[in-house]
């Protein structure tokens, strides 16, 4: 199992209506020194921000490497798995999660959230003095555990991703097709993150639609209108796309034999997974295994 951010700190989930104010602990901030992870993806359901000082730093989401530049904000949905997995420099990185809950409850602008929930690593075009100003007052703010504090945390973020979604913005890796998504408020949201998460610890378990929506206190029906309001596809499609990442994940960093890679990944047979993996990546396991290890050689 992939570990995760500890969604204990950054929200306590209640039953409770969201609003445009700000909920406590919907942020969650960090300041340390980047580091390389040994063989170690992780996922989360949160967006996640950051924020390099005096250094660069790689991602690599599954078969896709995100060069991150020091001084220029990055933006992603933390919902497939990445890992850092080379540092340039010795600088410090400043990482801001926020739940999906609370991002989607900030009123930004359309086509910013389409490109984050459809897989867009984005960051700004330019460096910005006031970037580096903020998020070392934020640095330096981590000890305050004050509701007022996180008010204002929140309150600076939004509008900062607010002036990214209007200035216009640069995609390290460019989101996935898909539709318009249409956002709706409510306890909706706070119902779509469950289901985000119990699917983000689960799916490589033998789980269905259905167990994924009676786990998370819904409706199969509700389920499916939720995952089409908010991200343009059916649960199962988004629960295939969780699989297939961890999938390619496994065939570009391991030497994993296939069937294994297959029951890691969560899929009931090896055909099933050859099925799927040949319809959605329009290539075979061991071909793509093949063709990304001849990538990673030549970028050596």
Known sequence: ??????????MQETN??????PQLRSILLEHHKPEAWEHVYHHHASIEINFLKDCDMTYAFSERNARLQGGLLTVFWGAYPHRVIDVKGEGSITNIYVTLAQFLQWPLPQPFINAVLSGAV??????????????????QE??????????????????????LALEGWDELIPARQSDDLKVVGGKAILHFERMLRYMSKHFFNPISSQDIAEN?????????????????????????????????????????????VAIESGFSSLSSFYDTFQK??????AEFRK??????????
């Open 16 to 21: 409770a209506e969201p609003t445009h104010a």
């Open 1 to 10: 199992m992939l570990p995760s951010v500890d969604e204990k700190r950054l």
């Open 280 to 285: 959605n990546v329009n290539t075979s396991p």
């Open 142 to 163: 981590l000890r305050e555990q004050d509701s007022e504090w996180d008010r204002l945390h929140a309150l600076e973020l939004e509008a900062r991703l607010y002036r």
């Open 216 to 260: 998370s206190g819904v409706s199969a029906s509700y389920a499916v209108m939720l995952f089409r309001k908010f991200l343009g596809r059916t649960v199962k499609e988004h629960l295939t796309e969780l699989r297939l990442q961890h999938a390619k994940m496994l065939l570009t960093e391991s030497d994993a034999k296939i069937v294994s």
């Open 122 to 139: 984005i960051t700004a075009k330019e460096q910005r003095i006031d970037d580096y100003y903020l998020t070392k007052r934020w640095a």
């Open 291 to 300: 063709i990304t290890n001849q990538r990673k050689v030549s970028s050596g």
